[in-house]
């Protein structure tokens, strides 16, 4: 079984400073990893997903994260927030091996960028 | 363009009644899912279905039905068993391999009257 830890419920940060999110995950097979971001009343986007090769992964809107096998971390950055960035953000991870898996998500993090 | 409709956007719901919510998607996916958001909780998945005629139940499928007579619908019911059905349904569809990513709908905010 999987599961995915995101430690930080709530994040805020000032408009134009950098930030990171962090998830962790645990997994006995090896996984897909995802990060989604959800905006209010409204479904989940994905952001960017890795899926092999370099560790360091871009996505849409400016934010990149990087895969750390050792630590099974896959936190979220970007170096500049702006205001409409404001939204929760999930990471989710999906096994690589069987067909038809489900996909795990962590309980999400609430990024608040401040003026 | 390709993607997955979700209606209503708003429901209500009297004691005692069973509601649908639609899920209809245009993305040719083999796989669609339901999932109950609760503020703080994240997604917890109600069922699932990776090819028509068949579905399972997910984490939390007690007060819910599901069918999946078309590859592009999946209708969700809440039922009067489930006893706090108050919260933001989203239906998500994929393709099968491991490695595609999930397609979200915008979501029904079921409430109770």
């Known amino acids: 079984a999987q599961s995915v830890t995101q430690l930080d419920s709530q994040v805020p940060v000032f408009e134009e400073a950098p930030v990171e999110l962090r998830c962790n995950y645990s997994?006995?097979?090896?996984?897909?990893l995802f990060w989604y971001v959800q905006y209010p009343n409204q479904g989940l986007q994905l952001l960017l997903k890795?899926?092999?090769?370099?560790?360091l992964v871009k996505g849409i809107n400016g934010f990149e994260a990087e895969f750390n096998k050792s630590q099974t971390s896959f936190h979220l950055r970007k170096p500049s927030v702006h205001i409409s960035d404001t939204a929760e953000y999930f990471c989710?991870?999906?096994?690589?091996?069987?067909?038809?898996?489900?996909?795990?998500f962590g309980p999400g993090t609430r990024l608040s960028v401040l003026p | 363009d390709g993607g997955i409709t979700q209606s209503p956007k708003y429901l209500f719901r009297k004691e005692g009644q069973n509601v649908t919510l639609s899920c209809e998607q245009n993305?040719?996916?083999?796989?669609m899912y339901w999932y109950r958001q609760d503020p703080g909780q994240g997604l917890r998945l109600i069922y699932y279905?990776?090819?028509?005629?068949?579905?399972q139940k997910g984490d939390i499928a007690e007060g819910y039905s599901v069918s999946r007579e078309k590859k592009e619908s999946f209708p969700l019911t809440v039922t009067s068993a489930q006893k706090n059905p108050t919260a933001f349904y989203l239906c998500?569809?994929?393709?099968?391999?491991?490695?595609?990513?999930?397609?979200f709908g915008d979501g029904t905010r079921l409430s109770i009257l």
């Open positions: 993305l040719n996916h083999d796989a």
């Open positions: 997994s006995s097979v090896s996984v897909y």
């Open positions: 890795y899926l092999s090769g370099s560790t």
């Open positions: 998500a569809s994929s393709l099968r391999q491991a490695h595609q990513p999930q397609h």
């Open positions: 279905s990776q090819i028509v005629n068949d579905f």
């Open positions: 989710a991870v999906r096994p690589r091996d069987n067909y038809g898996q489900n996909f795990v």
